[in-house]
Structures are given as C-alpha cells and as structure tokens.
C-alpha cells in the first residue's frame, strides 16, 4: 500500500474545526437568496467561553509551572502523583477499581487515548467491530492500522428512551466472525444516547465469552441529563485484562484547551499504549497535567449548574427541529450533541452544510463522518450560547425551507 | 504480525525519564562500597529549573487561556496567526521561505512531528536509511510503521572538528539500494556533533538525485557553540517537496512542559501529518501553542548567554570525563548532549548505568538507546546546575574506578 494511499482514506476537510479550510468554489451558484444575519455558531465544537472551563483550572495549571521540572517532565504515562488522585477518583465514578501505578495513562486530549487504545489492540489484518453511528475517528483509525471494520449498526431511531438501540445480534456475529476488539462510545457521539443496563451488561457477556477487548469511550458520562441512568461497562462482569475505559476533562468541563484525556483498565494495553506514546508525543503536556487535580473535585453544585444549562439549551433546540417539517430528532440523554435528520433538499446534504456555513454563518458536521448510512444528518454541539443557538437553529430552518426538494 | 510482537520492540525501559520503572532485582549483588553522596542528577533530560523557560513564555500563555475558546480550538495544523509568526521568523533562521497556510504543522512536541513526518513518509516495506547512532525515536518509529532499516554509520570519533563523519558512501548505498527516506538529526542526538556543508550539500545532491525524502530533526539547531559553523539542509539545492524540517522550542529554551513542535517545509507531507493528526491528538494543546509567540523572539542577548553557560558547563565536563583513564569524549559543537565512551568495565555497561542510578544518584542514558554499536557509551543531557553537574560525574569517575575491568 503506498503512502498516498493510505492517508487518501484519512480525509479532514469535513472534520470539526477545520471547515476553515475549506474550499467552496462552484458552490456560489447553488445559493438561493440573500445571506441570513445573526451571530456566527461554530456547533462543530462548544463553545468555551460560553460555558467557562472548571473553576482552578487555571490555578492549577500555574501552581504546575511554577513547580518547575517536576511538573514538566513526567513518566511518559504521566505525574504519578496525579495518576494517584485521578485513580481514586475514577474508581468511585465507575464503580470499579483503578489501579494508579500500571493501569491508568494520561494523554494529549482523549484522542491521544483513543489513538493509543486503537493502536495497541489492533494489528494489520485484525477484524474491529465498529458501531455506525459513532465517533468519527474510530473507523479512521481503524483503517489507519489496517483492521478490517466490521459495522454493527445502532438502530438510535427506533429504539425506546433509555435504550441506545445497539444491534446486539450484528454485534454477537461480528464477534462470531472474529472481531477481536469492539470500539464504542457510551454516551454515543453522534447521537446522544446512553446505552441501557441490559445492552451494557450484554456487550460485558459477548466479550467475555468470545475473548474480545472493548475500548469504550465514556467521554460524556458525567454529563447526563434527569431521567438518565448510566452503566459502567468496566463494573460488569467482565475480564478486566480485555477492557479500556476512555474519559478526559476536555468537554463537559469546557479544558480542551488544555488536551488531556485519560484511559484506564488493563495493565497489558495501557503498557503498550505508553510504549507508543514514548515515540509519538513522549507525553501529555507536563503543565497540562497539573489541570486533573481540578477533576471530579469541582465546587459543590458546580456540575449540576451545568448539566441544568445544557438541559435547557438542548430542549429549546429540539423544539426548534421538531418545529421544521420532515425532521426527526431523537432527544440525547447526555452529552452534548444533536443529531437531527434532515428531509428531503434539492441540493446535496453534502452541499447544505456548506450552505449553511455560505449563508447562515452556522457551522455543523455532516453526518457522513459518523456513518455512511447518516448522509441526511447533521451533527451540532450545543454547548453553546443559549440565544445565539437558538438563533442558529432558526436560521437552518430557514434555509432548510429554501432548499426543501 | 501479532499485537504482542508489535509492540515487544518498542521497549522503554531504558529508554529518558521512564527510569523510574525499572526493576533493579538481583543488582544489589553486584553493588561495590558505599553509596556516594551528592545532589541527584537526572543527566536523561534537561533541567528546567537550572535553566529557565525562555521570560514572558507563561505570560503569553495565560494570555492565551483568557483569549478563551479561539486559542483552545484551532485548525489541527495550529492557529494560523501563530503559524504566520512562526513562519517568518523560521524563514529567516533557516534562510529559505516558509508556507505558513500549507507548509508548517504545530505538532505537540518535535516527538509529535517526528511521529508524524515519519508516518506520513514511511509505508509498510519501505526502506529508510537511519544514522547510526542517533536519536532513539527513529529506529523504533521505522519498526512501528513496519520500514526497513538502512543503517549509516556516524563516525563521529575519527571526524575532524567541524564534520559530523556521515559515511556517505553508505548513505549513496542506502538510496541506490531503494532507500526512499532518510532521517537524522542535526545537530546529531546523542553526539552533538554538526554536519559540515559539505555534509549537508552531498545529503542533498544524494536526496535529490534519487528522489528520497529527508526528514531533518533541527532540535538543537539554536543552541550552537564558539567556532560551530552549521547549514540548513532545506537552503540547499534540494526539491522542496522532499523535505520536512522539524524544530521546536522545548529544548534549548526549556519550555518542554508545555509540548510544542513544528514540522515545516513540503506541503504534500505537512497535508498527511496534519490528517493524522487529526486522529492521533487534534492539536496541540491550544493554550500551549500561544507561547509560540516568544519563540525567535527572545529578549536582546537571552540566547547569547544561555548558550555560555551551556558552553562552559560542556568545558568542564568534558575535562572531568577525559581525565578518566580509558574515556573518549568528542567535544559537542551545538546541543546539550555528551556522548562519551567509557573504558570496560567488570559489569557490563548496561549493568553500570543501573548501577549510577543506586549509588551515585545519577541518571544516565544507556549508548545502546542510539546504536547497537554504542553500548560502551552514555549519554548526559548536560543542560543542569553546573555545580551539580560536576559534582555528579566526579561521582561517575569514583565508580569508573570502582568497576574498571
């Protein structure tokens, strides 16, 4: 396989964040009308000066330089002393234990976790069993290191509240068929959705018995939203050496800037995952480090506040989407992303989204980059500026009337 | 190839910083005398506290984090402004022009850029010519992306002053033998040594002529000694689009905590690295890559005397080690590497470092980390308290003395 080969199938340019770079020649003559007015919304990603990164974080991270050299370089697989606090944390979190010294990682972000979790359970050849819809860089790096993707899919739509709709047969025949690793994430990015007791507790039985290793990204669970209830793949009866759970204090508590992500579990992964890290970014930003103190320690009623505010933003939204003819939106029970359906346009949904950016100063994600059977979804993180979200969103739906088929 | 294979060859345990984890089972029996007291001095990395980060670098980071969400998210390659500065100011250093929009990736750490530059260069198969010895990063990223290593030898120790001793002729071999990469550092890690102009202008012409791509690592490139004469492979004679330089300001400037590095230079290549990116960590922690701003830019005649006092620390040093009966040690022309040879010993040399590290309290980096051929070598990031630094290679010479064959 040539170099140029195998990055063809890496694409970015509709990737969050980077719509900045892309080109739109040719699209002009598809716009309909004049420009619609109203303040830019970059839903690609949230929005961290709306809602504030932890309170001390910033503390924190200065105590961290002024600490000097201690601070500044760790074991590749970070501070001891901070993999100590986290530890203890996480292990009251998910209801299971974590162990400090062999089986916990700090990395560049959680997609320095995935990245490494990805790569030291994959090798050229090895089947993965890959949810569809989910985050976009599981299946990237699934073929980055050559597995062979096998799609179960997430039947999101039609399953009842409470239940993430994972197609457990798909998943028992990938596994039947030789998937040796399962890659999901619970909340499930894009769509919201938080998988029930009895599809986690039957993904724990599945694995089990077919040897396979699970790498669960839990990235959104601690933002859940009333009514949730959430169960920790890691508690359940499963072998503790084939599971690696991913978290990081990147969104729900507005710290992206400072990209930190953990990943815990078997002490034979997180080995191999440091040994990589050692040639691919030695290790997390030594400073940055410092920031986990603030994790799971934030001041009383502090995360509830912010659940509260998510929680509002999210109905308004939906509101709006229910409001638009032809439009299906499931509602997330944590995180922060919607995932509407679209109907029917006479233009590409493709082109729509750079519509939207052209015309409306509103910036989504295509679904197409979480599944390929998700082309008329769009992807939005509200974790935005209540209002000007709204506005947002009143704004696709008027564009999404000037483009009805 | 099986997981477990992968990744049994990227081995850490002897590997800066990661000393921590070694098991010294079974060594006390090899222990002579008593411990010597000192200071500890970990020689596998700089001393950030002795030699501070550059003024203003933490300034201009909380700048960054009050600027909010535009510095925490920016396109994967970096923000663009700060790619802009950065640009002008590496065109100037390096004397041939930088793309900031297509040709420069902000990367997390120069590890960060090698990984990439090397994963977007290297396919399965490939064979790379690697010097011999030089970095420890380099071999292991060729075995991770499954190339095929072509050793050059370094022969550094019969090189007159100011010629780094790259057998050339092993090089032309390399790439007649289908060599389509070739990697190396400038100045070299772990010798410290500078490739002459002539060095260079043959890489060059040998590059050019058989169409390889050169990854150049430019580090230390700053931090260069009186009468250390040095040229930039990218101002040479040489296409452009076959080359990728890779700097950052962690070293010389001591701001490693922060994790940052840069890869300029061929579009096409900067295009992969940053796709990859894009699913092995996003970015570069955001607010890191504010502090950017002060590289090339530090205040009137900082640098000057960082590198004197890394310069007479490097004299003194090199007396003490060549004082020791049986050692060689080429003087380092740029960096804040020696590399010296120490004379056979009744253990062996990979025993000895263990054995610095329980009764002098010096941390050492073993010769065999850089080439098979260097086991008789050790390396000392000698970027430290000078008083410190003295005192801890006295304590070395004491066990050379102690363990001499």
């Keep these: 396989m040539s170099i140029q080969f195998k990055f063809s199938r890496l694409g970015t340019d509709n990737a969050p964040g980077q719509e900045g770079r892309q080109k739109s020649a040719g699209l002009e003559k598809l ?25 001390g974080s910033y503390e924190v991270f200065s ?88 799609p179960v899919q997430l039947n999101y739509a039609e399953a009842s509240s409470g239940t993430a709709g994972l197609d457990l047969g798909e998943l028992e025949a990938a596994f039947c068929n030789g998937a040796k690793v ?5 909340p499930n990015n894009p769509t919201g959705v938080v998988y029930s007791n009895e599809e986690i507790r039957r993904i724990a039985e599945l694995a089990t018995h077919y040897g396979a290793t699970v790498v669960v990204d839990q990235l959104y ?23 690696v759970t991913i978290m990081g204090p990147s969104k729900t508590e507005s710290l992206s800037g400072y990209r930190l992500g953990v990943a815990f579990g078997s002490s034979s992964i997180i080995d191999r995952m440091e040994k990589l890290q050692a040639i691919v970014s030695l290790r997390a930003a030594g400073y940055s480090q410092a920031v986990l103190r603030t994790w799971f320690a934030e001041p009383e009623g502090w995360m509830d506040n912010r659940i509260r505010q998510h929680q509002a933003i999210r109905d308004d939204l939906l509101a709006l989407f229910r409001g638009i003819d032809g439009v299906f939106a499931r509602t997330p029970e944590a995180g922060s992303y919607l995932f509407p359906r679209l109907p029917a346009l006479s233009v590409t949904h493709a082109d729509f989204v750079k519509i939207l950016r052209l015309q409306a100063d509103v910036i989504v994600t295509p679904g197409t980059e979480f599944s390929p059977h998700s082309g008329d979804g769009i992807r939005l993180n509200f974790s935005q500026d209540h209002e000007a979200a709204l506005a947002a969103v009143q704004r696709i739906a008027t564009l999404v009337e000037r483009y009805r088929a």
Excluded at 182 to 186: A, E, L, P, Y
């Design 31 to 55: 716009l309909r009308g004049e420009p619609l007015k109203g303040t830019p919304v970059d839903f690609s990603h949230g929005d961290v000066d709306a809602h504030e990164p932890t309170p």
């Design 182 to 186: 399962f890659v999901f994430s619970n």
């Design 221 to 243: 669970s601690r933002l859940r939203y009333e009514g949730a209830s959430y169960t920790h793949l890691r508690a359940q009866d499963i072998d503790a050496n084939n599971i």
């Design 63 to 150: 105590e961290g330089v002024r600490s000097g050299g201690k601070q500044a370089y760790t074991e590749y697989r970070g501070n001891l002393e901070i993999r100590e606090i986290v530890a203890r944390r996480l292990a009251v979190f998910t209801g299971a234990p974590v162990e400090a010294r062999n089986g916990l990682i700090i990395t560049p972000g959680t997609q320095g976790a995935l990245f490494l979790a990805v790569a030291a359970t994959v090798a050229r050849g090895d089947k993965v069993a890959i949810v569809q819809p989910d985050y976009f860089a599981n299946r990237k790096l699934v073929e980055f290191f050559e597995g062979e993707m096998m």
